[in-house]
């Protein structure tokens, strides 16, 4: 959060140069818009120019940003990325849609108690679960888990705190594998760096994402747009500030 604290500040201060010397704040919102999109998404395009075009539309003025240029293709139209709203079965939060399901992260407690441990909710549509059990794997991190859900009649759920639902690897990942199996556990001793999945009954150990590509059935659900959805979604989840600032309640 200090990080984030000190990236925000810099981003303010060209902005409040410019509307001293007589910048419409509304323009300026545009332009404060756009530094956040290249900020979240280290200019990357098509990550880029979707998250301008999805966050930075909207300005009070209506008026629409100008074009940004790029080497690379655009994303094809209709593509798949995440949004912070309300959606039909996971509620307001910020998620994504694919052929497969939909998986999103809400927020779970608008209380003021510091002592509330399930801030965050991870949601998904139930056909995405195996056994109310959701195995996960992050590319190209490798950072993996598994979560009971609870049912909540169109969905599922695991309500958490903002330390334990994956919120820094869905921000900052290319991809999530949803494994069709149950997460087994994971041993980083000694190097060993392996996760296992038991899928079909037949326990596995994996060493790397691609060994996960390679041996197990999955699903994949981009992760364009995520670090703006999201922290729209924080912005929006006054408890869940609260818990990064005090770091869950642990030293």
Known sequence: MRALFIVLVALALPAVTAIAQGIPED???VQRCIWRCGHETSRKNPAYDQCILRECNDAPTGRKPAPVSSTKPSAQPGAPGWIFGDHPILGRSAHIETSDGAIGLACAYFGD???MT???ALRVTPGLAHDNQLAVVFD???RSGGVTLQSKGAYLEHPDDTCSVFLDDFKRSRSLLVVDGTYGGFDY???NNAITVVQDG???ELHSVDEVR???????????GSGAAINRLIASCKAAQRDIKYNCGRD
């Not at 390679?214 to 364009?224: A, I, N, S």
């Open 202 to 204: 037949r326990k596995t």
């Open 118 to 120: 399930h801030v965050l």
């Open 214 to 224: 390679q041996k197990l059935r999955f699903r994949t659900f981009p992760l364009d």
């Open 113 to 115: 108690s510091v002592a």
């Open 27 to 29: 323009a300026m919102e």
């Open 140 to 142: 190209p991190t490798f």
């Open 189 to 191: 001793t000694n190097g």
